[in-house]
C-alpha cells in the first residue's frame, strides 16, 4: 500500500468498510483466503504467490 502511495482511507473505500476496520486488518495474525483474494485484486498484488513462494522454499512464515 505505501509503495503505491494508498491510504488507509483509500483501502477502506475499496472495501467498503471503516478505516478501522483496515487497521484490525492489518493487526491480524492470519486473514481469511476471500479477504485475501479481495485485497490482491485491490492492490494488484498476488498474495497467493507471496505464500506459495516461501512454502516451496521451505520458510515458515507461512504457516
Known amino acids: 500500500m505505501r509503495e503505491q502511495g494508498?491510504?488507509?482511507k483509500w483501502l477502506s473505500e475499496q472495501?467498503?468498510?471503516v478505516r478501522n476496520n483496515v487497521y484490525s486488518i492489518f493487526?491480524?495474525?492470519s486473514i481469511d483466503t476471500e479477504?485475501?483474494?479481495e485485497l490482491?485484486?485491490?492492490l494488484e498484488v498476488d498474495f497467493f504467490?507471496?505464500?506459495s513462494q516461501?512454502?516451496?522454499n521451505g520458510g515458515s512464515d507461512a504457516k
Open 27 to 29: 493487526s491480524r495474525r
Open 6 to 8: 494508498r491510504s488507509v
Open 15 to 17: 472495501l467498503c468498510c
Open 35 to 37: 479477504l485475501l483474494l
Open 49 to 51: 504467490k507471496i505464500y
Open 40 to 42: 490482491s485484486r485491490i
Open 54 to 56: 516461501e512454502l516451496n
